[in-house]
Structures are given as structure tokens and as C-alpha cells.
């Protein structure tokens, strides 16, 4: 999740070597995992896989099918490369950890999303603070292989780099949080997951979909704009897109009168629910504590 605060690295590790670019990219050192890292992905892949297949949007699904992101091992990132390439042109370009907002923004704008290469510890198997592989490929990338998506997320890096010329950084960064990281999505069959943060979390899984205690929000840019979010727990509001061409299209325009207009309206807590939203469901407030 990229907009966390950066979590203290761990132990030497063949895959966050010494030497970065200028872009912060690495390579991925694929032949360098061991079989206790293959091993690892597999459990989490399998774990989640059983638990989002009712849970996960569509979209989602197949795009884990199409780049074959699977239970054999931590996918080869030149492999993805390959398959995303040919569906939406982009590419994954390895990184050691969360890098300078400017440096994100950039790979987004042209197509690169960058996504990390370590794996979780095993006694970091349900909760990890910082993005791995696993949260970062198995939650971010099958969404890239989705055209629609693969858009909003290029005029995303856009809008990060104008925001952070205009200095409107902590608003536009409540939008990557509510939608790419924790966004639901109404489909026929009722509402879905399509957010990274959610989708590579076990309990926020269950929780976002199942729980009487978060809000569940329709959509709204501005009002995103405006809402604080909390890093360190699972989400009090969850908003919920119809569609991603309605999140391409909302997102669009130019957010100048946006952030102008934000100057003047209070933030809002996490929580807070307006009467002039839509209300998909209002939560009982009482937020479980990891
Ligand atoms: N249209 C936005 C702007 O002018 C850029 C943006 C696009 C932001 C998509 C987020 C998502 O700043
Ligand atoms: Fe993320």
C-alpha cells in the first residue's frame, strides 16, 4: 500500500540489493527465491483464492486466470511482463519498497507499476504493515490486465504528479486509498472487492463484505477528496463504485475546482456518514482492533 508510512526493512535480502537506480528500480532476482518462498506464496495464494472466489470481483478473477497468477510459486515478473504487455501495455518494474511519491507517480503515468519482490516472513503470514510481492502482485496487477482499470491507474500517476506540483498530495492520495486499495464494486450477483489492500488480507477480506461495522458508501470524488482514512486498521468506510468506466470517467476531469473548493469544506473523519450520501449499508461504528 503505498501510501503507508515506510516500514523498517528486515533482514539482508538477495531481492532489496544495495544497488537501486535512479528510478528505484531493481530487478527481481527470480531464480533467488527459495523453495520456503515458492511455499509461502502458494499457502497465501491458495488461502485467498478459496476465500474471494464469491468475494472478489469478476474483473478481478479472470485477471488473475488470464496472467495465470497462481499457486506455483512466486510469479517470474519478466513472465507478467509478457501477458500484461500484450492485454494493456504495461509493465511490473521491481522496487525495493515504497519509494519517493514523485518516482511512483512517474512509473504510473508511463504504464510501470512498481511492486516490490520480498516475501513476508512466515510469522508476518496474516498481517504485514509494509507491501510485499504477495500483497503487491497477487493484489494490484490482475486489475492491470483489465484495460478500463489499467487506464484509471495511468491517469492516476498523472494526477500525482500535478497534485504534488499544486501541493494537494493528501487529498488525492484518499482517492488511491478508497478505490486501488480498499474499493468495492456493485455487480449483479451484490457487492464485490476490487482493492489491493483488501484482497491480499484474509480478515479484511471477510470483514469488508460480511461486517455490520464499517459503512459501505456509494462513490463520490469529491467527497473522497475530503475523507481521512486510517492506516492501522480495517477501513470504517468502504466506497463502492458501479463500474470502472464510472471511476475513469469521475476521475477525468481536471480536480483543480476540486482541490480549490476543498480549501473551504472541512475533512471528514472515517466514519463520518452525510445525508447527502448513498448509503449502501451504515455501519455500527464498532471497528475491530487487529
Ligand atoms: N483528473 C485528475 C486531475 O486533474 C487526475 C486524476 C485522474 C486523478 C485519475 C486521479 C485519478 O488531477
Ligand atoms: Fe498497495
Redesign the pocket.
Given at each position: 500500500m503505498q501510501t503507508q508510512p515506510e516500514g523498517g526493512f528486515t533482514a539482508p535480502n538477495p531481492h532489496r540489493p544495495a544497488e537501486t537506480a535512479a528510478d528505484f528500480t531493481i530487478t527481481q532476482a527470480w531464480d533467488a527465491y527459495t523453495p520456503e518462498e515458492h511455499d509461502r506464496w502458494r499457502r497465501l495464494f491458495e488461502r485467498q483464492a478459496e476465500i474471494l472466489k464469491d468475494r472478489a470481483a469478476p474483473e478481478f478473477l479472470a485477471g488473475l486466470d488470464a496472467l495465470a497468477i497462481a499457486a506455483d510459486g512466486i510469479p517470474d515478473f519478466r513472465r507478467l511482463n509478457d501477458e500484461l504487455s500484450r492485454r494493456t501495455g504495461w509493465q511490473i518494474v521491481a522496487v525495493p519498497g515504497l519509494v519517493p511519491e514523485a518516482i511512483f507517480f512517474d512509473h504510473l503515468a508511463h504504464k510501470r507499476f512498481p511492486s516490490t519482490c520480498f516475501i513476508r516472513r512466515e510469522d508476518q503470514f496474516d498481517y504485514i504493515q509494509e507491501p510485499d510481492v504477495f500483497h503487491d502482485v497477487f493484489g494490484h496487477v490482475p486489475l492491470l490486465s483489465n484495460p478500463v482499470f489499467a487506464d484509471?491507474m495511468q491517469?492516476?500517476g498523472?494526477?500525482?504528479l500535478?497534485?504534488l506540483r499544486l501541493g494537494t498530495l493528501d487529498q488525492?492520495a484518499r482517492?488511491?486509498w478508497y478505490t486501488v486499495e480498499f474499493g468495492l464494486i456493485q455487480t449483479p450477483q451484490g457487492l464485490r472487492i476490487y482493492g489491493a489492500g483488501i484482497v491480499s488480507s484474509e480478515g479484511e477480506s471477510r470483514f469488508s463484505l460480511e461486517s455490520a461495522e464499517p459503512n459501505r458508501l456509494g462513490f463520490d470524488v469529491r467527497r473522497l477528496l475530503r475523507t481521512r482514512y486510517r492506516i492501522d486498521d480495517f477501513q470504517e468506510t468502504y466506497f463502492v463504485i458501479d463500474s470502472y468506466r464510472q471511476l475513469?470517467d469521475a476521475?477525468?476531469?481536471?480536480?483543480?475546482p476540486h482541490y480549490e473548493a476543498l480549501k473551504t469544506l472541512p475533512e471528514l473523519e472515517p466514519g463520518t456518514v452525510l445525508a447527502s450520501d448513498r448509503v449502501f449499508t451504515r455501519g455500527t461504528g464498532r471497528v475491530k482492533r487487529h
Open positions: 484509471y491517469a492516476y498523472e494526477g500525482g500535478k497534485a488525492l482517492l488511491y475513469f476521475t477525468l476531469p481536471d480536480f483543480t
